[in-house]
């Protein structure tokens, strides 16, 4: 059951923030029957690498309560600009508030004014396409069901091939 919107405002994720995010980020995915619990670590080691492109943080008139990630990836073809997003996490007694949503509105906005000329995931084919992801066979992950990895073209022609996320992906 869907929840009334909440007041948020986004920013980027500031020193201080890691804890929080850390902390949200397992509460979010703790319940989840697809996670096995590497997310908190996965952007801790991100930010580590330097891999961290677009780090988002919403709030609202209290605290933090809402984070988003976005990191480089490698197509087969060479194509340049390509970004993963994820993992989104929002606290669970928040969840399907608009928060989530509203984040992945406003990182995508941030990536397309940093230049990116894709995004790709590994998410839900049913939520993601709102935000106009889809499949595009082309575009290949390996070890995932090929209707879960989806592509937003941002500018140009669609690359093609493997695609490989950042090294903390493991």
């Known amino acids: 059951m869907r929840g009334?919107?909440?007041?948020?405002t986004?920013?980027?994720?500031?020193?201080g923030d890691e804890a929080t995010i850390h902390a949200m980020t397992t509460a979010a995915f703790n319940p989840m029957p697809f996670s096995d619990?590497?997310?908190?670590?996965?952007?801790?080691?991100?930010?580590?690498?330097?891999?961290?492109?677009?780090?988002l943080i919403a709030e609202d008139a209290e605290r933090i309560v809402g984070h988003i990630a976005f990191s480089p990836v490698t197509v087969g073809d060479g194509a340049k600009d390509w970004y993963g997003l994820g993992p989104v996490s929002v606290w669970p007694e928040l969840q399907q508030r608009g928060v989530g949503g509203a984040l992945i509105k406003r990182g995508i906005a941030d990536m397309r004014a940093h230049g990116a000329k894709g995004i790709v995931l590994l998410g839900s084919n049913i939520y993601y396409p709102r935000f106009g992801f889809v499949h595009e066979p082309q575009l290949?992950?390996?070890?995932?069901p090929p209707e879960f990895f989806q592509c937003l073209l941002l500018?140009?022609?669609?690359?093609s091939g493997a695609v490989h996320f950042a090294p903390a992906f493991g």
């Open 155 to 159: 500018e140009g022609d669609l690359p």
């Open 4 to 8: 009334p919107e909440i007041a948020i």
């Open 140 to 144: 290949t992950y390996e070890g995932a």
């Open 10 to 15: 986004i920013r980027p994720e500031a020193p």
């Open 37 to 55: 619990g590497s997310e908190p670590d996965l952007i801790d080691r991100l930010r580590a690498d330097g891999d961290l492109t677009l780090s």
